[in-house]
């Protein structure tokens, strides 16, 4: 894959799960949003600089420290300059979280919708409290995540799926540039193994072909199993991997 594309993605993806600060750096965009999540507390070597590596890599270090964090790079393919990886191996950063970026063509006619699907614009007590409980988000965590989904700009939808009254699943879906990306997708532990699962990814892609799209993405660990079975029968297929490079026990 082109680096050009790679980057288009690492744009989608970057707008619709955002830093809640960001600094741009000679082409490396980094990110902080209180340690929530490693993809908005990272940096994005996005684009080629001018500048010598070794110091833009000990200014982002001093950045995290700053935030009590430790240094995350979020890796990929495209990562520039092409050397990076090899630098911060030396450095001692720890290769961590391979992941699957996948798409998958739309089809021309948006699918049903399952009945029990809400479906909201706004950020709801009610998607929080499921999404928080289905995903064993800690307390302390939850006011950073309804932050970072407050500030996402693109049109975003937020996705409940209740059977027989009670949620059962819920996710999210942000459509920019004709492509909608599925994120938070979760199925309540108790409930898992039943198809819901199945419903609510349906129901997403029909959602985001409503509203305009032509295409779907979505990341994945690429160690989940599970996961990686479950979008594979819907048609999702591997673009890239990316990887964190992280600075631990600093």
């Given at each position: 894959m082109q680096p050009e594309t790679i980057r288009f993605f690492e744009e989608l993806s970057g707008n619709a799960w955002p830093g809640l600060q960001t600094v741009m750096d000679d082409g490396w965009l980094i990110r902080f949003a209180a340690g929530y999540t490693r993809r908005a507390n990272a940096v994005l070597p996005l684009y080629p600089g001018t500048r010598e590596c070794p110091a833009k890599i000990e200014r982002?270090?001093?950045w995290f420290a700053g935030q009590g964090l430790p240094a995350v790079f979020k890796m990929t393919p495209a990562a520039r300059p092409e050397e990076l990886e090899r630098l911060l191996a030396e450095r001692g950063y720890a290769y961590?979280?391979?992941t699957s970026l996948q798409t998958l063509e739309l089809g021309s006619a948006p699918g049903p919708l399952?009945?029990?699907?809400?479906v909201e614009r706004a950020v709801t007590e009610g998607w929080l409290d499921e999404y928080c409980r289905f995903n064993g988000v800690a307390e302390?965590?939850?006011?950073?995540l309804c932050r970072i989904l407050a500030a996402i700009v693109p049109e975003r939808l937020l996705v409940t799926l209740a059977v027989d009254g009670r949620a059962v699943a819920c996710g999210m879906i942000v459509v920019e540039r004709g492509w909608c990306g599925l994120f938070d997708v979760v199925v309540d532990p108790e409930r898992r193994g039943?198809?819901?699962g199945h419903q609510l990814i349906r129901a997403l892609l029909a959602l985001g072909k409503q509203r305009g799209a032509e295409r779907a993405y979505l990341q994945v660990m690429a160690e989940n199993g599970p996961a990686l079975q479950l979008y594979a029968k819907h048609g999702f297929r591997e673009e890239y991997l990316y990887w964190y490079r992280i600075k631990e026990n600093c």
């Open positions: 982002c270090e001093r961590r979280a391979p399952p009945p029990g699907l809400t302390r965590d939850r006011p950073v039943r198809g819901h």
